[in-house]
């Protein structure tokens, strides 16, 4: 049964940085491409970064520059560094895997993803 296990959320600082990680257990087979999502409060989820199974990356567009998502090279366990956190930034961050490569959804869509792991909070304030 694969398993997903967010870690490294917290209390940070405006401007600072923070390191998330997603533990992959349980896997079969290669991931087609993993992605970082996250949800605020009363918002609905959004996709912030994905790494496709060659490496190519995608940022959304208010995370650009800022984050920064890896994946060790046995695609155990994906990252997201994200330096010069911002208050908006504050919300619950959401690892996912899609291994079928469901390429009619774009990486943005939820749909793509058929596991998700349970989340990690993160908070930044001054």
């Known amino acids: 049964q694969v398993r997903l296990v967010e870690s490294g959320g917290g209390s940070v600082q405006i401007g600072g940085p923070l390191r998330l990680s997603c533990k992959i257990s349980g896997a079969i087979y290669s991931t087609y491409r993993v992605a970082w999502f996250r949800q605020a409060p009363e918002k609905e989820r959004e996709a912030v970064a994905v790494m496709f199974d060659l490496g190519t990356t995608h940022y959304a567009d208010f995370v650009k520059g800022r984050f920064t998502i890896s994946q060790d090279g046995n695609q155990k366990s994906v990252n997201l560094e994200m330096n010069n956190l911002k208050p908006e930034d504050t919300a619950t961050y959401y690892c996912?895997?899609?291994?079928?490569?469901?390429?009619?959804?774009?990486?943005?869509?939820?749909?793509?993803?058929?596991?998700w792991g349970k989340g990690t909070q993160v908070t930044v304030s001054s």
């Open positions: 996912a895997v899609d291994f079928k490569g469901n390429t009619r959804f774009n990486w943005r869509d939820r749909r793509a993803y058929q596991h």
